[in-house]
């Protein structure tokens, strides 16, 4: 544990050694921040400009978004910066100006937060990123944001389980291996480790940021395939509203031996998602709640969803804000697990899933945050989190009727300090609690502390990125298991858009405490504890360029994953009966490389045009066998144009069949071996008009699985059949 | 027409496969029926998993070849409810055939081998009937009726 202790001490020193008093003896000065965020923007280009617009002098931002002229007849300032709109304001003396920039990138010049835990340029991140912006997101009217991330490149979701290019696969009952924050702060459930996509509030979720490939050095346990961090809008300024409503139905099944009686599933799905924004003084207020319907393509397959949303944002003072976000849901669905064989895929499984036996769950997540400009170099970013979770099963079965109550306290500090010119250091030191108490996992609690230090250092046209992370978890009294977490990376500005990257990476993931302490018999097979479990471990390497001009981008990466400790459930003899039981099995390896296009052909994005593949070749070291639930090839490909009123989209996913799947499930599920490639389809077409009081009224109509291709994910499970809905939307 | 056109029309048609599909009729059959539950039945705990259970042969006789062979020579159908209510069943087989027995067979220790039977179709001379169904044949009402307290003579067993 020395080494760990010698990171802690590092973070800390990272966190509190560089503060300085805020000083302004400035002829004027101001703060440069993101319009929408409200985050300071590091390294924005100020430019100071004469009575007649002539630049005389330049300078960069600091850490906190500050910059300070302090000499020369300055009346105008040019500030620019990398991801956002140029704009040029007149300044008096003595003036104190905050600018909010609006983001307004070119292809591949977005802004991420996730890849460095602060602001930067895309094409500063040395590992390989994703960005999903709000207007394709609830284009395409998803019943939950899973759904959303089945159409990024080199994502692809089995089961609820995320897939960064090949690195999850599918294990029954095992925590994600693809961690995923909400506002950059943990939300993976205490118990079984899985994530819960329902809480997220569809129509508030600004961006969804994917770094695809080990990001423990940064995030801890979890990150061992890669990051999701979905992030949520922030209070805008005014009074708005939005009201988003839309229902539909499944199509028919072609084949008349899958179709069951209407009188026993209607096949309709409904929602309706209201919110409200505005500011009161300085404070920002943000809410939405949305009711969901579905009653399902399949037998036992419907669900009722209720979930609201709550943001809060004030600033204590100049250099502090405020932020506290609070997440309701609740969820009744049915108990479907399998269908019972391919001539009855709408049908259950008898054994595997109940069909009278419903699921209730209930989630909160609670989490604050403040910013604080200590200094001009100096950022202290607090965040704390309380994250429930909860859910009961009333099954037909009373040895399958479990429930489990989960609670993940979450607590960090995080210092971003500039105070070198060209080095930016991102440290923190965190503390996080886990209770369970659950009739499958029985009563337990769980610590993890941990720390971590990351320097970015400029040496033009290059960018060192090296950081290393030390963590620590202890459940219950049993000794404690430490990880430590290193990176490097490098990026270099080739020039005139084209850009170099190149990073090695480091994750892990602590086992759950659902997968160390479960013990309970499901149809007739007994899953039993097992607390020797060790942490899931990976390496990721990968070495990719950009380029880009006006109106294309264009990425292109080879990677090479390792993955270590790999934990599946397996069958043994124990105590002279035959079990089931979660153990650290598997040493895989994935290759692949991956391709994103993205075109605008116009000067404008009235057209625009993505194409993302990506190929793995995933197997185990040992045995040399494919690993379970991989698919070997992943397209993507959207268009989307804008033709005066109408709006018009299209995408396309083509997913290779995985080439091996869980024996366990495979004799379980009646004809569990079928399945395909898959192709699937969708078209939405929209039209704005001007409604009621000048408030803008957008009506869509959508299909999704136009071609009806009829395919699995998983084992014995059909994915969504065709269906059509109608939308409507306002906002005033 | 442009390479991407083309592309673009290849992935159309490809989609236009449909994907999965049913098993065609003369791949398969259907058998479907009733299974009754009289007398007493056990303690729920000690019925870990109750399924109808079509066997080819040769006879396992090793109740462990019951679970190897689970997808190979033995089809379980599990049943929905251990309530030993009266119930139905319904499935589809390989057509062109022997079957050698049909049944209900009942898990009830602490390993997966842990089968006997509780039930099966059997001729006056006790011993187990064997059938063939052609394909695309469905044959109903093939009822099985469990009497835990006079379990039959154990077909698995030399």
């Keep these: 544990m020395k080494k760990e202790f010698f990171i802690l001490r590092i973070g800390l020193i990272g966190l509190i050694g560089l503060i300085r008093p805020i000083t302004s003896s400035a002829q004027f000065s101001g703060y440069v921040k993101d319009r929408k965020t409200q985050e300071p923007i590091a390294g924005a280009t100020i430019g100071a400009l004469t009575s007649n617009r002539k630049i005389f002098l330049k300078q960069m931002t600091k850490v906190s978004g500050e910059f300070r002229i302090k000499e020369g007849a300055v009346s105008f300032v040019h500030i620019s910066a990398l991801g956002y709109h140029d704009t040029t304001i007149s300044v008096s003396i003595g003036n104190v100006l905050t600018v909010l920039l609006e983001q307004q990138p070119l292809p591949g010049e977005d802004v991420i937060v996730t890849a460095q835990k602060h602001t930067t340029a895309v094409q500063d991140v040395p590992i390989s990123v994703s960005i999903v912006k709000s207007p394709e997101i609830t284009g395409r009217s998803p019943e939950s944001i899973d759904y959303t991330l089945r159409y990024i490149p080199g994502v692809s979701v089995t089961h609820d389980q995320v897939n960064v290019r090949g690195s999850s696969g599918y294990a029954q009952s095992v925590g994600s291996r693809v961690l995923f924050l909400i506002d950059g702060m943990p939300f993976l459930s205490a118990d079984d480790g899985e994530i819960k996509f329902d809480v997220l509030p569809i129509m508030n979720v600004d961006r969804i940021e994917v770094v695809k490939g080990a990001g423990s050095a940064l995030y801890g346990s979890s990150a061992l395939g890669g990051v999701i961090n979905v992030i949520t809008r922030n209070p805008s300024e005014g009074f708005h509203g939005a009201i988003s409503a839309f229902a539909g139905e499944y199509d028919q099944v072609k084949y008349p031996e899958w179709r069951i009686p209407d009188s026993l599933v209607k096949r309709r799905f409904a929602s309706i998602e209201g919110g409200a924004a505005g500011t009161i003084g300085e404070t920002g207020l943000l809410g939405s709640f949305a009711l969901r319907r579905n009653e399902g393509y399949r037998l036992g397959d419907d669900s009722y969803k209720a979930s609201g949303f709550a943001k809060v944002t004030t600033p204590f003072s100049d250099h502090d804000r405020f932020t506290t976000t609070l997440l309701l849901a609740n969820e009744n669905h049915g108990g479907f697990l399998y269908w019972k064989d391919l001539n009855h895929v709408l049908m259950p499984s008898d054994s595997l899933g109940a069909v009278n036996g419903r699921i209730h769950s209930v989630k909160a997540n609670l989490q604050s945050s403040l910013q604080s400009i200590l200094s001009d170099h100096f950022i202290l970013i607090s965040r704390g989190s309380i994250n429930y979770t909860n859910f009961s099963t009333d099954s037909v079965q009373s040895e399958t009727a479990p429930h489990s109550n989960a609670t993940n306290y979450y607590l960090e500090f995080q210092g971003n300090s500039d105070i070198f010119d060209s080095l930016y250091l991102t440290s923190g030191i965190l503390a996080q609690y886990q209770t369970v108490n659950s009739d499958l996992y029985q009563s337990h609690h769980g610590i993890t502390a941990g720390a971590y230090l990351q320097g970015e250092y400029k040496l033009y046209p290059a960018i060192f990125t090296l950081g290393a992370r030390a963590d620590g978890t202890r459940y219950d009294a049993t000794s404690a298991t430490g990880s430590i977490s290193p990176k490097f990376g490098i990026t270099v500005d080739a020039a005139n858009g084209l850009n170099f990257r190149g990073s090695i990476g480091t994750g892990f993931r602590a086992p759950t405490i659902g997968e160390k302490y479960i013990d309970q018999v499901f149809s007739g097979f007994h899953v039993v504890p097992n607390r020797a479990l060790v942490p899931e471990k990976s390496r990721s390497t990968e070495i990719g360029g950009s380029y880009r001009t006006a109106n294309l981008y264009i990425d292109g990466v080879i990677f090479y994953s390792t993955f270590d400790n790999l934990i599946e459930p397996h069958s043994l003899i124990q105590n002279g009966s035959e079990v089931i039981q979660f153990g650290n099995l598997t040493e895989a390896e994935i290759f692949g490389h991956e391709e994103v296009i993205e075109f605008y052909p116009l000067s404008n994005d009235d057209l625009s045009l993505r194409f993302g593949y990506t190929y793995v070749f995933p197997r185990d070291r040992i045995t040399k066998q494919i690993l379970n639930f991989r698919p070997r090839h992943l397209l993507q490909a959207r268009a989307e144009t804008k033709l005066a009123s109408f709006s018009l989209s299209s995408d396309f996913r083509y997913i290779s069949k995985y080439e091996s799947a869980d024996t366990i499930l495979l004799q379980q599920v009646g004809n569990g071996d079928a399945r395909v490639n898959a192709y699937i389809w969708d078209a939405r077409i929209g039209y704005t008009i001007q409604g009621l009081f000048g408030m803008p009224v957008t009506l869509s109509f959508q299909v999704q699985n136009l071609l009806n291709y009829y395919y699995v994910e998983i084992v014995g499970n059909l994915a969504p059949i065709r269906n059509f809905s109608f939308r409507v939307e306002t906002v005033f | ?158």
């Design chain 2, 1 to 158: 027409m442009s390479k991407v056109g083309f592309f673009i029309l290849s992935l159309f048609l490809l989609a236009c496969d449909k994907g999965l599909a049913p098993l065609p009729p003369e791949q398969i059959a259907e058998i479907s029926g009733a299974v009754r539950f009289i007398g007493v039945p056990p303690a729920g705990d000690s019925v870990k998993i109750l399924a109808v259970v079509l066997v080819q042969p040769p006879t396992p006789y090793a109740q462990s070849q019951i679970i190897s062979d689970l997808n190979k020579t033995i089809f379980a159908y599990p049943l929905s409810t251990i309530t030993f209510h009266d119930t139905s069943y319904s499935f589809t087989v390989k057509p062109d055939t022997t079957y050698h027995y049909i049944g209900v067979a009942q898990n009830f220790g602490n390993f997966l081998t842990d089968w006997r039977v509780v039930a099966f179709i059997h001729d006056t001379k006790d011993s187990a009937v064997s059938f063939t169904l052609k394909p695309g044949e469905h044959r109903d009402s093939v009822d099985l009726i469990v009497r835990f307290d006079s379990i039959p003579r154990q077909p698995f067993i030399k």
